[in-house]
């Protein structure tokens, strides 16, 4: 057997799995064929938009959700104990569209996470019989609500979650975010695949927005429900599932955009806070996933680097023959791979070759977080995730 041929036996590993994500991948369901148009008796939907320390976002996010097209609409800013300022931007704009309430949310009870906390607050005083849950990074499209409202009446759905587009303007954040994301594309495949969901470990959802039937919302449980995980929304899928309700994930890149993370530090923070915490709980589940889930994680950044060091280890003489052509095959379909990413993101393609580094911020991140157990950080507040 020739080098090159066993190169490429040994390479399959690396080659097929790329190929599944795609091809699952190719079979998402998209916002963009969902009507816009709203019947006259259009239920009322209230947006609930829990914001800490958001006063770079908050005017962004709020004027977004105002022009929207959606005829019955009342918006609710949680502000959750902000120091920067973020509260009275958002009462600025309440001031001129009565559409706009801003309410603080009560002080943080023990055992619950600030962000499950805002979002019960704000579900109280909501008065919509549908509930729309979004972060305070997010910008929306005119047409996302009624889009959304009608896809989850399509669907006879009780939670509709949309995945946008994300937002990357700098170096590091070009680096790492796909990584990620590409990591719960491996896990995950695509919208069908969630929305089909029968096991619960199957099923996700995107914090960055959710739209539920209030009944459904209360009669799960709520917020309190998943008030000590650090991924709720991913819990809140996974235990709606479990509860015999319909969920759904769709595409809405053209609806939905997010700016997660700002510069290297803050992709890593974010990053650190959810990969294991949250992961450990939802990804594999039961207490056989638990346990394999600190030794599954690192896998993925590990698997990607060896191709490229083993290639240098080429370039340097020290190993030569199947070995070259085993670590050149997995470079260049996996350079090929991410290139095919990055134009799904619409990021620059020169990226592409430079997924060793991302790989590498990965394996940082996994080390870190490993490290840290349940203890999570995030704006100025510790927990300890369930």
Known sequence: MSALTTGLLWSLPWIVPPIVVIVRSLKSRSLDDTTSEISPNAPLVSVIIPARNEARNIERCVRSVLSTTYPNVEIIVVDDHSSDGTGDIAREIAASDARLAVIQAPDLPAGWFGKQWA???????????????????????????????????????????????QEMRGFWERIIQPQLFALLSVRYGGTEHVSQAKRPTDAIANGQYILVRRGTYYAMGGHELVRDLVAEDMAMAQEWV???????????????????????????????????????????????????????????????????LVLLLCAAGVLSGAWLAWSAIVYLVSVGYWALLYAWFNQPLWYAPLYPLGSLVLLLITGSALRRGRRVEWKAREYVAR
């Open 242 to 308: 479990r509860g015999g309700r319909r969920i759904a994930l769709v595409m809405g890149r053209h609806q939905l955009s997010t700016h997660m993370y700002s510069g290297y530090r803050e992709a890593v923070s974010g990053w650190r806070k959810n990969i294991y915490a949250s992961g450990r709980h939802a990804a594999l589940g039961g207490r056989v996933g638990r346990a394999l889930y600190p030794v599954i994680l690192p896998l993925m950044p590990i698997s990607a680097l060896v191709p490229p």
């Open 119 to 165: 979002c019960a607050s704000g579900a109280r005083v909501a008065s919509g019989s549908l509930l729309c849950f979004t972060d305070a990074d997010t910008m929306h499209a005119p047409d996302l609500l009624s889009r959304s409202v009608n896809e989850l009446r399509a669907r006879h759905a009780d939670l509709i979650t949309v995945a946008g587009a």
